[in-house]
């Protein structure tokens, strides 16, 4: 399984975006890149998933350079309610029997 | 629609007890994995549960066992608890032929004193 290497903590606050680099240089072909949010005592949520170029949806954008190396999750115009860990794995999440592989995550702390 | 339910909420359990922690999945979703999250860190997959057997199995020792109920439901048992035990144990359910990826449940944390 590739290993992922993410920022420990991260600061910002409200309104800005907030940018998280995960680095991944054993990506496999067929890993897919996959973000999660956890609040404390809350299990974590699924954010995004992307394969290569960029993804977008309603929360958040995923950006994947061509080497797939790594890949940085965006978070536009944080709110106070985004304060959270930020878990980037790699692996091939999409099959549903393959179990998921945690790092440590992102602490995200937005100050008002 | 109810998403992954875990009973009880919380537990605090002695040494050297034995402990059962319950997990009903999302509907719909017959997989059932079990996560362990010390203070701090991510989650550690602890094993997945399908069609009633344990599929896959990750770096813990044989005083954790599980059961898949022919209803999905799945229980995690964790006997002769060590303090080291104390975490938030996480529920997540999956379907296995689908890509509707996995819905984690809030947890119950685990105090062994």
């Known amino acids: 399984l590739a290993k992922t290497t993410q920022p420990i903590s991260m600061d910002s606050y409200e309104g800005q975006e907030v940018n998280i680099t995960c680095s991944h240089n054993n990506i496999a072909t067929n890993d897919y890149i996959t973000w999660y949010q956890q609040f404390p005592s809350q299990g974590p949520r699924f954010i995004i998933q992307?394969?290569?170029t960029k993804v977008t949806n309603e929360v958040a954008s995923l950006f994947i350079p061509a080497d797939r190396k790594s890949s940085t999750l965006s978070l536009p115009r944080v709110s106070l309610s985004d304060t959270a860990v930020y878990y980037c794995?790699?692996?091939?999440?999409?099959?549903?029997?393959?179990?998921?592989?945690f790092g440590g995550g992102t602490r995200v702390l937005v100050k008002p | 629609d109810a998403g992954v339910t875990q009973s009880p909420t919380h537990l605090i359990k002695t040494r050297g007890q034995q402990v059962t922690l319950r997990c009903s999945p999302k509907?719909?979703?017959?997989?059932v994995s079990w996560y362990q999250q010390a203070l701090g860190q991510g989650p550690q997959f602890i094993f997945q549960y399908y069609e009633e057997e344990e599929r896959q199995r990750g770096n813990f020792p044989d005083r954790f066992s599980g059961h898949q109920f022919p209803n999905y439901s799945s229980e995690l048992n964790v006997n002769a608890l060590l303090l080291g035990d104390s975490a938030l144990y996480l529920c997540a359910s999956s379907l296995r032929l689908g890509s509707d990826g996995y819905t984690f449940g809030s947890g119950t944390r685990l105090t062994v004193v």
């Open positions: 992307g394969y290569k």
């Open positions: 509907s719909g979703h017959d997989t």
């Open positions: 794995l790699v692996g091939d999440t999409v099959a549903a029997g393959n179990k998921l592989t």
